[in-house]
């Protein structure tokens, strides 16, 4: 299925208090501004187009709730989910199975370590540098993105980056 990515929400530019949908406890307009690349909250699963999409507590994923902003949408049918950006409605990315949400992970503590020792800490230009790794726009170029290969190309770019201290 195909996701499309947005820029940053206008409701980040409303004067008024903004709706929060339950069981958020608010939804802040400056954490919204934040948000440069935006996929809108899922209505259907990402994973298996599943109408059955809930916004909970990530709770119903790790046993307690697990975080500062502990929420996912869930997919009740294939248990694909994804967890939000802090005080926000938004989803960090496109939603994944377990397993590809294990890749990510992997993926991503590469790619950070690589932006220590590489990019002295510049997170702009070590995108950047992934982005053209794996023939991608910087728009899409974020882990709560990658499907299951793309995440595991993602780790052996940055592992062969990394060369032999990987
Ligand atoms: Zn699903």
């Given at each position: 299925m195909s996701i499309t990515v947005l820029g940053v929400?206008?409701?980040?530019?409303?004067?008024q208090k903004l709706a929060a949908p339950a069981p958020l406890p608010h939804v802040s307009r400056r954490a919204l501004a934040r948000v440069r690349d935006r996929i809108a909250p899922?209505?259907?699963?990402?994973?298996?187009?599943?109408?059955?999409v809930y916004l909970q507590s990530n709770a119903t994923i790790y046993g307690r709730e697990y975080g500062d902003w502990p929420f996912v949408y869930r997919c009740a049918h294939c248990g694909a989910y994804v967890g939000l950006h802090p005080d926000t409605d938004l989803p960090l990315g496109v939603m994944a199975s377990k397993e590809t949400i294990k890749a990510r992970k992997d993926a991503k503590f590469l790619f950070q370590r690589l932006t220590k020792e590489r990019f002295a800490n510049n997170r702009t230009a070590a995108y950047a540098w992934l982005a053209k790794a794996l023939g991608i726009a910087p728009s899409i170029c974020h882990f709560g993105m990658f499907g299951h290969d793309q995440a595991d190309r993602a780790a052996d770019v940055c592992r062969a980056q990394l060369g032999s201290r990987a």
């Open positions: 929400d206008p409701r980040s530019r409303s004067k899922p209505t259907a699963c990402h994973c298996c187009d599943g109408r059955d």
